[in-house]
């Protein structure tokens, strides 16, 4: 693919420029901003516009709507954040076409900044709406994605909105997580490692089968750790298993070990006999897992043993956490391998929301190499997918 940033267009002076963001970030009961990561990442590209003297129209979308106008979705916060971050005046529009939007995008003057409504109020957003992507480009003649963690969908405002202006290009943002992508999967420095957590083999299965072929290591925590334990032949009391999985999980193994590459599990996780913070809890081996218990977090020889694998390593890439970490009883075992990553001597990336989450609150987000915005994006890239909104800024295509 050939694909153009910002920064290779010329002549923005005075063009109306409609840049796809990602501002679903989220807010307090009463519409406060929480955590703004999102609107940080794309104020680079944004403001490069607006110095460029480009009339900036700015889309998104915030939660799930679901095709209908409500105001607790609106972006009217988002607005606010941005206008504080750039230092300017965003005009937030009442929706996202119409008279009233009309007026307001030809009322704009070189270097202003619009805000369109929550583009998932129309059910045209989700179903790729050739007409609503007109009515959204609203004789824009610029399009550029800087809306990563949207692009695995084929959303109007995300891939029918590219054959409606005819040029596009992406944001900085996306430059990012392209660039960084390319480092650890197409072109890594090695030993490559993968660490792979969260709940669920099955949200991760095509991840888990592409990623066996392309790694050194594989690391496995989480509640998803005890499909591949049982499948070993482990009794895991009531740990989360997925058992129509445990087949598959043995054949990922399998081939793991035929193609010479580590893979770690777990040897010891701190059990609970409740899915509550306040849990009566010990640790114990992974062996002797209590009939009627669960486990909810890898132990400190699991986290020692994960720590090690990261000694020699060059490349880290990083998605789900260790356990419950949102519960302070079952949030070492993901701190301390946050830890591990952060001091390791490697470029490290890590995707997800959760695992975003974890990292920040181990206090160890600046030693990362690089935070991806995405979590299904990031999954999807790493199973070795085209993202629609990644091939629709292919100019050969155009």
Not at 54 to 82: F, I, N, T
Not at 201 to 214: A, F, H, M
Not at 301 to 309: G, I, K, M
Request: glycine fraction near 10%; proline fraction near 5%.
């Amino acid at each position: 693919m050939l694909i153009r940033y910002i920064d290779q267009l010329k002549d923005l002076a005075g063009k109306k420029i409609f840049i796809r963001v990602d501002f679903n970030v989220p807010q307090d009961e009463k519409g406060n901003i929480t955590e703004a990561t999102r609107i940080v990442g794309a104020v680079p590209t944004i403001r490069y516009a607006v110095e460029q003297g480009a009339k900036v129209v700015l889309a998104s979308h915030l939660g799930r709507p679901k095709g209908e106008k409500k105001p607790k979705y609106s972006m009217a916060p988002a607005s606010k954040k941005l206008a504080q971050l750039l230092g300017k005046k965003v005009v937030q529009a009442p929706d996202c076409f119409g008279p009233e939007v009309d007026r307001l995008i030809e009322a704009m003057k070189p270097g202003d900044v619009v805000m369109l409504e929550n583009v998932r109020f129309y059910p045209g957003e989700e179903k790729n709406d050739p007409d609503f992507a007109r009515q959204l480009a609203n004789g824009c003649e610029i399009y550029v994605n800087d809306a990563f963690a949207v692009s695995h969908r084929a959303h109007a405002s995300v891939e029918a909105i590219t054959k409606v202006i005819p040029v596009v290009a992406a944001g900085f943002l996306m430059k990012n997580e392209m660039t960084f992508f390319d480092k650890a999967m197409q072109n890594p420095v090695r030993p490559l490692v993968a660490i792979l957590g969260g709940a669920k083999v099955s949200g991760k299965l095509e991840v888990l089968e592409k990623l066996v072929n392309k790694v050194d290591k594989i690391v496995i925590g989480g509640g998803m750790a005890f499909t591949f334990l049982k499948a070993q032949g482990y009794a895991v009391g009531k740990s989360l298993v997925e058992d129509e999985l445990l087949g598959t999980a043995k054949k990922i193994m399998e081939q793991a070990k035929k193609r010479g590459v580590t893979f770690y599990l777990p040897v010891d996780c701190v059990v609970a006999n409740a899915f509550e913070a306040t849990a009566t809890n010990f640790i114990t081996t992974v062996q002797e897992i209590p009939a009627g218990w669960m486990a909810l977090d890898i132990g400190p020889a699991s986290a020692t043993l994960f720590t090690e694998t990261l000694r020699d390593a060059k490349t880290v890439i990083w998605n789900g956490p260790m356990g419950v970490f949102e519960m302070d009883a079952f949030a070492r075992g993901t701190f301390q391998v946050a830890e591990a990553v952060g001091n390791c001597y490697a470029t490290t990336i890590i995707g997800g929301g959760d695992t975003d989450a974890a990292v920040n609150k181990a206090g160890v987000a600046t030693k990362v190499s690089y935070i991806s915005t995405g979590g299904g994006a990031f999954l999807e890239l790493l199973e070795g997918k085209v993202l629609p909104g990644v091939k629709a800024l292919d100019i050969k295509v155009k």
